[in-house]
Nanobody
Framework: VQLQASGGGLVQAGDSLRLSCAAS????????MGWFRQAPGKEREFVAV???????LYADSVKGRFTISRDGAKTTVYLQMDSLKPEDTGVYYC????????????????WGQGTQVTVSS
């Protein structure tokens, strides 16, 4: 079972990026999938989660700027990041679990390898 994240890069403040995370098994279509990030010297923090039902939850710091979505099979999760700020810099990880609460708590059973996002001022 694998989660493959991609889409990170170096952008300027105000730019947009879209991250993708593809699951290797169709089982994940019924899982909650989400995103976390970790800035240098800081703990990993919750960014957003998409329940299999379509319900979405966001961290206050990204509300109105980031949008989480999934493909039709619900095995790929996206994070559209608009109006990026330097404080959005970090390694972004996707996560999945059959329990949405477990995803939000940061204790998911499955994690992607991380993709670097750097926002310059």
């Amino acid at each position: 079972v694998q989660l493959q994240a991609s889409g990170g890069g170096l952008v300027q403040a105000g730019d947009s990026l879209r991250l993708s995370c593809a699951a290797s098994e169709r089982t994940f279509g019924s899982y909650a999938m989400g995103w976390f990030r970790q800035a240098p010297g800081k703990e990993r923090e919750f960014v957003a989660v998409s329940y299999w039902s379509g319900y979405q939850l966001y961290a206050d710091s990204v509300k109105g700027r980031f949008t989480i979505s999934r493909d039709g099979a619900k095995t790929t999760v996206y994070l559209q990041m608009d109006s990026l700020k330097p404080e959005d810099t970090g390694v972004y990880y996707c996560a999945a679990d059959n329990s949405p609460r477990t995803v939000v708590s940061g204790t998911s059973a499955y994690w992607g390898q991380g993709t670097q996002v750097t926002v310059s001022s």
